[in-house]
């Protein structure tokens, strides 16, 4: 079905031909960052896409360049500096959002322009105002403006499985005539399920003039639960390519999640016939968990694959079983997904070699200067704190994101709560062009104290949209995490700090989205790299 011209090109391996392989197309970073609540930094977007390298994927979505200037940059970031997959840039059927691609992975050793257009009857009457012959046309002009700039073109019928399927065959053959080496059909509303969508593959590779010759992609979102499931019917009908995300995040119910793809396909290789991806699932967990550590959200328990509990085994029969013959009740084993079983608790007395173990277990290779950095963090923390957990370590190895990190410090905080009686809060906060400001203010509690305090201090005009405390692992002394969102002139920003004390924990991260808005309206470069890799 799928030429292994097409897939060599996918993957840059001239020697090798696709054979059983599924192709994955990780889109974090395009349709996962777009949604409320996970955008990320250029260096944060910088860093995901290095996990994404060593976690194995074919094609890494890294933007939508036409978007903003922030989502160009970034593109052209990880193209310069990631090697590996395929990068790949989103546009429209247009010579602009095309050429802006174009110019922001002219970095990469292998490029991608991945154009998308409409096809269903609602979004041609009501969004684009065309005709079937319109759609086409425009099409095809995307496809021959984007093969003039690179030699990889993937072709997106936006709402493909609502789009009538005579009307699909005939735009698919109409691109892939015109050059489209991969042509995806995206379920953009999350609205078919397994059996509709198999079909539905299977009737286009029936129908579509060229089928042999391209690759076939599925894209599901996750509307009604069904994405990974829509995802693994496509592959059963003949998809040799998967769009998906960690964490399956994504624009409103997010989509197929990477993880959940790989391993079901991996597991049930018996049921795929073999089939497989060139994911190394063992830095999984890994590459779940800076994601979910870079955009604050965190991991639900009992998410399947990464969740706390997808190795954890408390009742009493199923305990019983495990002992007898781990089989019972476990279908993957936890360190194929890159989970440790090491009991292993840092603390005060543990040496840097120690530190530097567990932190490669995490999946943080750190260089020297960077493991000195977060040496010193730990034993200051552990001079605190008795035990220290995975998720600490984790938060010291993520460090802070250098787009956030000054021109405002905190230098003094003092707070108080008392019962029945409003909560206030001072602080002095210094900035680099040497002011010292002293705020005071009065909140419900010491919390929205504080964060009033700082934001009369930093003199920006933002409101506090949503805002999490969570502790980071178990007892009393444990860290709290506090993240914030605000939106300021129209742009979601957000900020993070970790800290025993969690009021402190949030001046810093309302400090973190002020040091933002300094650097966007300095228009300044962003400092330095804390941690480079
Ligand atoms: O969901 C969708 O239709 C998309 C396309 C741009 C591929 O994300
Ligand atoms: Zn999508």
Request: net charge positive; glycine share 12%; charged share 15%.
């Given at each position: 079905m799928n030429s292994d011209h097409q897939a060599d090109s996918a993957t840059g391996n001239d020697t090798t031909t696709q054979g059983d392989r599924v192709l994955i197309f990780d889109t974090t970073l395009r349709d996962g960052e777009q949604a409320p609540g996970f955008s990320m930094s250029r260096t944060q977007k910088l860093r995901m896409a290095r996990a994404l390298a060593d976690l194995g994927?074919?094609?890494?979505?890294?933007?939508?360049?036409?978007?903003?200037e922030d989502d160009c940059a970034s593109v052209k970031a990880i193209a310069a500096a990631v090697r590996g997959p395929r990068i790949c840039g989103l546009a429209r059927c247009q010579a602009s959002d095309i050429e802006s691609v174009a110019r922001a992975i002219e970095p990469a050793q292998k490029g991608r322009i991945h154009i998308f257009l409409a096809t269903s009857p609602l979004h041609r009457e009501f969004k684009l105002q065309m005709s079937r012959q319109q759609v086409i046309d425009t099409a095809v002009a995307g496809v021959e403006r984007a093969l003039a700039c690179c030699d990889d073109v993937e072709f997106s019928a936006e709402d493909a499985l609502r789009t009538e399927p005579e009307f699909l065959a005939e735009v698919f053959s109409a691109v892939i005539a015109a050059g489209a080496g991969t042509v995806n059909v995206p379920d953009t509303v999350g609205y078919t399920t397994p059996i509709e969508i198999a079909e539905r593959f299977a009737w286009l590779y029936a129908n579509v003039r060229g089928a042999d010759s391209v690759v076939f992609s599925a894209h599901c979102h996750d509307d009604l639960g069904m994405a990974v499931a829509n995802s693994l019917a496509a592959i059963s009908a003949g998809a040799r390519q998967v769009e998906c995300t960690i964490n399956g995040?994504?624009?409103?119910?997010?989509?197929?999640?990477l993880e959940e793809l790989v391993m079901a396909l991996r597991v049930r290789s018996d049921h795929f016939g073999g089939l497989h991806s060139a994911?190394?699932?063992?830095r999984l967990h890994a590459t779940a968990r800076l994601l979910s550590q870079i955009t604050s959200q965190p991991i639900a328990r009992?998410?399947?694959?990464?969740?706390?509990?997808?190795?954890?085994h408390e009742s009493g029969i199923h305990q019983h079983g495990m002992l007898k013959h781990r089989g019972t009740y476990e279908i993957m084993r936890a360190e194929d997904v890159?989970?440790?079983?090491?009991e292993l608790v840092l603390g005060k007395h543990s040496g840097r070699h120690a530190l530097r173990e567990r932190l490669a277990a995490l999946g943080h290779e750190l260089d020297d200067a960077a493991l000195d950095d977060v040496f010193t963090r730990f034993k200051s923390l552990a001079d605190r704190k008795r035990e220290v957990f995975d998720a600490d370590i984790e938060a010291m190895a993520l460090g802070r994101d250098p787009e956030a990190v000054g021109p405002w410090h905190l230098s003094h905080l003092h707070a108080t709560s008392h019962v029945g009686a409003s909560a206030s809060a001072s602080v002095r906060l210094s900035h680099d062009d040497g002011r010292v400001v002293s705020e005071a203010a009065i909140g419900d509690g010491p919390v929205d104290a504080v964060l009033r305090a700082v934001t009369r201090a930093v003199g920006h005009d933002f409101s506090v949209d949503e805002f999490h405390i969570r502790a980071l692992s178990e007892g009393g002394d444990a860290q709290g995490q506090a993240a914030i969102r605000v939106i300021h002139e129209g742009r979601e920003l957000r900020g993070q700090s970790v800290s025993t004390d969690i009021v402190e924990a949030a001046a810093n991260a309302i400090l973190e989205i002020a040091n933002r808005i300094e650097h966007l309206h300095a228009d300044a470069p962003p400092a330095a790299t804390v941690f480079a890799r």
């Open positions: 994927v074919d094609i890494l979505e890294a933007g939508f360049p036409a978007a903003s995040i994504g624009e409103r119910a997010g989509n197929a999640a994911i190394r699932t063992q009992n998410k399947a694959v990464i969740g706390a509990n997808a190795f954890a890159g989970v440790s079983r090491s």
